[in-house]
C-alpha cells in the first residue's frame, strides 16, 4: 500500500496531489526475496535481504535498516522482519506482516506532528516500537513483588522457581531487543548519506535516550528476579536446615536408647537379670537419658 507526505503530513497516495515524498509497504513471504522491475534496486534486494539479523547498511544512494521487531508483552521466538529502505524522496518497508506497519503508519497519520519527512517519518515509526513499553515493564515488576512476597510469606508451590525462570527469559529478550535498537540508532545517527536533518537527529537522540532507560529498566528488573530467586532458595535452604535440625535432634536422643536396647538384647546370660529392679532401673536410665538431652539441647537453644 502507498502513502505520501503532504504539506508535512503523512496521508494517504493520491495521484492527483503533489507529495513531498512517497511512502509504500511490501509485503513478501519468508524465505523469498521481493521482485522488482528496477534492476539496480533488485540487485540491491538481493543483497540485503541474504541476512534477518538487525542491521543498518549505507549505500551511495540509499540506507538500508533491518529490525526485527518483537511484541514484548508475548515471550516468544516469533518476530517480525521489516527492511526499510531509505531515499531522499521514499521510504519503503517491506515486510511480511504489513498490517502491523500500516497500523503504525495510521497511529502517526491520527496524531498533530507537523512537518514529517522522510527521515521524520522512520524516527517516529521507530519511537512507535516503543510506545507502552515502560507499563509492561511496571507490570513485570509488579508480578516480581508479589512472587517475593509470597516467598516469604510461606505462600509458594512448586511452580515458584519456573515462573521466576520464564520472566528472566523474557526479560533477557526484551533486553536484547533494545540492545538491537541501540546499535540501530548508534549507526543511523551517523547519517553518512546526509538524508537526516538536524531536528529529526535531535530526535533520534532523544530516542536513543528513551531506549537506553528502557533498557536500563529491564536490566534492573533482571536482576530483581536474580536476587528473588536467591533469596527464595536461601529460604528453602532455611527451612531445610531446621528439618535436619530437628531430625538430627531425635536421632541423637534415640542413639543412647538403641544402645541399651542392643545390649539387653544380646542372648548372653547377664547377672542383672537376675536383680529384682533390673528393669524398673532401666526405665528410670532411659527417662534420664531423654529428658537430660531434651534439657541441653534447649539449654543451647538447638530447636
Same mark, same amino acid.
Given at each position: ?22 511512502? /509504500? ?20 534486494? =538481493?543483497? #540485503? ?30 518476530? &517480525? ?26 497511529? &502517526? ?38 512472587? /517475593? ?8 508451590? %512448586?511452580?515458584?522457581?519456573?515462573? &521466576?525462570?520464564? #520472566?528472566? %527469559? ?52 533482571? =536482576?530483581?528476579?536474580?536476587? #528473588? ?51 524398673? #532401673? ?6 534420664? &537419658? ?14
Amino acid at each position: 500500500m502507498k502513502y505520501c507526505i503532504i504539506e508535512g503530513r503523512l496521508a494517504e497516495f493520491d495521484e492527483n496531489k503533489n507529495s513531498e515524498a512517497v511512502v /509504500e509497504t511490501v509485503k513478501y513471504s519468508k524465505g523469498e526475496i521481493p521482485q522488482i522491475n528496477d534492476k539496480e534496486k533488485q540487485s540491491l534486494l =538481493n543483497n #540485503i535481504f541474504t541476512g534477518t539479523h538487525s542491521r543498518f547498511e549505507s549505500y551511495n544512494n540509499c540506507d538500508v535498516i533491518c529490525l526485527n521487531l518483537i511484541d514484548i508483552e508475548k515471550y516468544t521466538n516469533e518476530h &517480525i522482519p521489516v527492511y526499510v529502505i531509505l531515499d531522499k524522496n521514499k521510504i519503503s518497508f517491506y515486510t511480511t506482516e504489513p498490517d502491523y506497519v500500516e497500523g503504525m503508519f495510521r497511529k &502517526i497519520m491520527h496524531e498533530p506532528t507537523q512537518n514529517i519527512t522522510t527521515d521524520c517519518l522512520l524516527y517516529h515509526f521507530m519511537n512507535k516500537l516503543i510506545f507502552g513499553d515502560l507499563v509492561h515493564l511496571e507490570e513485570i515488576e509488579r508480578k516480581l513483588s508479589a512472587l /517475593e512476597t509470597n516467598a516469604f510469606s510461606g505462600c509458594t508451590d %512448586k511452580t515458584f522457581s519456573k515462573q &521466576i525462570l520464564n #520472566i528472566k %527469559k523474557h526479560l533477557m529478550w526484551i533486553e536484547l531487543y533494545y540492545e538491537q535498537l541501540l546499535n540501530l540508532i548508534a549507526d543511523i545517527l551517523h547519517n553518512e548519506n546526509g538524508f537526516l536533518c538536524e531536528s529529526t537527529i535531535k530526535s533520534f537522540n532523544m530516542l536513543d535516550s528513551k531506549i537506553d532507560r528502557l533498557d536500563a529498566k529491564t536490566e534492573h528488573l533482571l =536482576n530483581y528476579a536474580s536476587e #528473588i530467586r536467591s533469596a527464595y532458595q536461601a529460604e528453602v535452604d532455611l527451612q531445610l536446615n531446621k528439618s535436619m535440625k530437628v531430625l538430627t535432634v531425635i536421632s541423637v536422643i534415640i542413639l543412647p536408647l538403641t544402645l541399651i536396647v542392643g545390649w539387653f538384647g544380646m542372648n548372653l546370660q547377664m547377672p542383672e537379670y537376675t536383680y529384682a529392679y533390673s528393669y524398673p #532401673i532401666l526405665i528410670v536410665v532411659c527417662i534420664a &537419658i531423654v529428658v537430660g538431652l531434651i534439657a541441653f539441647f534447649k539449654k543451647n537453644k538447638w530447636f
